[in-house]
């Protein structure tokens, strides 16, 4: 079947920049996703991004799609402890696959 | 805004029960989602109803079904239960339009279902 794949863990900073990449295999993705999941709870949609379009910013949010090696980013400018989370890239061409999942901690 | 609610949220079963799971989606959606996320995996796609009927199924066998209420609320159940259907199953809701839609996602908080 399709894969989306992350790696599954990443340990910053406080005030640093964060890079969590993925990537997607299904080249029929028409939207991706990045949401965030805190302990015990459900997912929180961050942002998304259109298949058309290379970049998205969202306040401290930045997207980068590479359409060609079918390759997303999120970058989350000066992480904060409050953004210790699990991040999931998700893409949606029929149905909505996700990966495992990176888990960023936020050192202070 | 009312936003989507899952119950119940913790729940125990021994092997070769049934359960039963409850979600009531977001006001204004019009479909709903169910995910399986098993300890340390990504969501899995088990199924979306729209309109009261599936509208879409992930690999999973058909002891797990499913219903959407006129009111869009859904449910979730899964029979014969086995060790393996322990995880946390999220209900998700959206609204899907005539053209499609952007896909977004609204998830619950999930339902953690252990099974002995």
């Known amino acids: 079947g399709e894969d989306v794949e992350q790696s599954l863990f990443l340990s910053v900073r406080e005030g640093d920049s964060s890079v969590i990449n993925c990537t997607y295999t299904d080249s029929s993705s028409t939207y991706l996703y990045w949401y965030k999941q805190e302990p015990g709870a459900g997912l929180q949609l961050l942002t998304y991004i259109f298949s058309n379009m290379d970049m998205k910013q969202d306040q401290r949010l930045t997207v980068l799609l590479n359409k060609k090696d079918k390759h997303l980013s999120l970058r989350i400018a000066d992480t904060q402890t409050g953004d210790s989370a699990i991040y999931f890239c998700?893409?949606?061409?029929?149905?909505?696959?996700f990966g495992a999942g990176t888990r960023l901690t936020v050192k202070p | 805004e009312t936003g989507v609610t899952q119950s119940p949220t913790h729940l125990i079963k021994t092997r070769g029960q049934q359960v039963t799971l409850r979600c009531s989606s977001q006001s204004g959606h019009n479909t709903v989602s169910w995910y399986q996320q098993a300890l340390g995996q990504g969501p899995q796609f088990i199924f979306q109803y729209y309109r009261e009927e599936e509208n879409g199924r992930g690999n999973f066998p058909p002891r797990f079904s499913g219903l959407q209420f006129p009111n869009y609320s859904s449910e979730l159940n899964v029979n014969a239960l086995e060790l393996d259907d322990s995880a946390l199953y999220l209900c998700?809701?959206?609204?899907?339009?005539?053209?499609?839609?952007?896909?977004?996602?609204?998830f619950g908080e999930g339902s953690r279902l252990t099974v002995l």
């Open positions: 998700a809701s959206s609204f899907l339009s005539g053209r499609g839609n952007t896909g977004e996602l609204f």
């Open positions: 998700a893409e949606k061409s029929h149905d909505m696959r």
